[in-house]
């Protein structure tokens, strides 16, 4: 057996102080991995040899460079990148403050993009790789009331297929998982307005609220962490991976049907299209995506 295969694969998760990022480096360490663990919060995960804890804030340029220089220094190298980190906010695309609006699109895209740069170097002097991106079914749809948080995705989608192609060549594979909607505690940070009865969408804001709570029971997230360790294993060669019944249904419908077919369905479905129903006041709620 060669040295290279001796040596433990390693790699780096963001947004692993919880969901499916703290689900995927716990898997990932049970299976041999050394995992550096990146978020704001401490990584709730028992020290360990394998374990290298990081703090880091993905929107922070300077902060994403060192990170890498750091985990490519201590492991040696680094044969998967998992861009995981993600937040929401909540409100319609006229309500939601630009700067919460360019929070999110700096988490959710620029963070992943900024991580996926310093390591580009790394991988393609090795001639290998694995880069996941966790995007979201809502990567190829839009929803009303999470405009900014779809943009975010369908960016990440769009950036990460042409990386697909320009990083082919080099050995390095580029995954997008696709989860549908998991009990992960992911919440979106409603919009001041979202909360105010006499916006001109509370009939709307509702509707979106209700049709969500009357999905029921949302699956815990060990799917999606399973389908993070096949992608940064190279065992999965699809460029998109869907996780989870709801998303593989969206997948599939989107594509199946007509687009407007998709798109009225999906409004039918949920009650956008009937807003009108009734305005009252909304409580202050957080949406489970
Ligand atoms: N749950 C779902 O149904 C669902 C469906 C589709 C896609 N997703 C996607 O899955 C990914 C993970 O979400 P989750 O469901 O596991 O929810 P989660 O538990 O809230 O995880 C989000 C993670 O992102 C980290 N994060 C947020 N902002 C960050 C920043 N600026 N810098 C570094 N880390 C940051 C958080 O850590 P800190 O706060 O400690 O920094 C946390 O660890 C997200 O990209 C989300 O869009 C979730």
């Given at each position: 057996m060669s040295d290279e295969r001796l040596t433990p694969r390693s790699m780096l998760i963001t947004g692993a102080s919880s969901g499916f990022g703290l689900l995927a480096a716990r898997l990932a360490l049970a299976r041999g991995w050394r995992v550096a663990a990146a978020a704001r919060r401490p990584i709730p995960l028992d020290p360990s040899a394998d374990l290298l804890p990081l703090g880091l804030d993905v929107t922070d340029g300077a902060a994403v460079s060192r990170a890498v220089q750091e985990v490519i220094e201590i492991f040696g190298t680094l044969d998967a990148v998992v861009n995981n980190a993600g937040m929401a906010n909540f409100g319609t695309a006229e309500e939601v403050p630009m700067e919460a609006l360019r929070r999110e699109i700096e988490t959710n895209f620029f963070g992943a993009v900024a991580v996926t740069r310093a390591v580009l170097?790394?991988?393609?002097?090795?001639?290998?790789?694995?880069?996941?991106?966790?995007?979201?079914?809502?990567?190829?749809?839009?929803?009303?009331?999470?405009?900014?948080?779809?943009?975010?995705?369908?960016?990440?989608?769009?950036?990460?297929?042409?990386?697909?192609?320009?990083?082919?060549?080099?050995?390095?594979?580029?995954?997008?998982?696709?989860?549908?909607?998991?009990?992960?505690?992911?919440?979106?940070?409603?919009?001041?307005?979202?909360?105010?009865?006499?916006?001109?969408?509370?009939?709307?804001?509702?509707?979106?609220?209700?049709?969500?709570?009357?999905?029921?029971?949302?699956?815990?997230?060990?799917?999606?962490?399973?389908?993070?360790?096949?992608?940064?294993?190279?065992?999965?060669?699809?460029?998109?991976?869907?996780?989870?019944?709801?998303?593989?249904?969206?997948?599939?419908?989107?594509?199946?049907?007509?687009?407007?077919?998709?798109?009225?369905?999906?409004?039918?479905?949920?009650?956008?299209?009937?807003?009108?129903?009734?305005?009252?006041?909304?409580?202050?709620?957080?949406?489970?995506?």
């Open positions: 170097p790394h991988m393609r002097a090795r001639h290998s790789g694995h880069l996941v991106f966790v995007s979201s079914d809502w990567g190829r749809t839009g929803i009303p009331g999470f405009s900014g948080y779809c943009a975010s995705k369908h960016a990440l989608e769009g950036w990460a297929e042409s990386l697909y192609h320009e990083v082919r060549p080099f050995g390095i594979g580029v995954i997008l998982i696709e989860p549908g909607a998991f009990d992960t505690g992911f919440t979106s940070a409603p919009a001041a307005a979202a909360l105010d009865p006499s916006s001109p969408y509370a009939a709307l804001y509702h509707a979106i609220g209700q049709g969500f709570d009357e999905e029921g029971q949302t699956p815990t997230g060990e799917p999606v962490a399973e389908a993070i360790l096949r992608a940064a294993s190279g065992e999965d060669p699809r460029l998109r991976v869907a996780v989870g019944a709801d998303a593989m249904e969206w997948s599939s419908a989107r594509f199946k049907d007509s687009e407007q077919e998709f798109i009225r369905t999906l409004a039918r479905k949920y009650g956008w299209d009937q807003p009108g129903a009734g305005s009252r006041e909304l409580k202050n709620r957080s949406t489970n995506l």
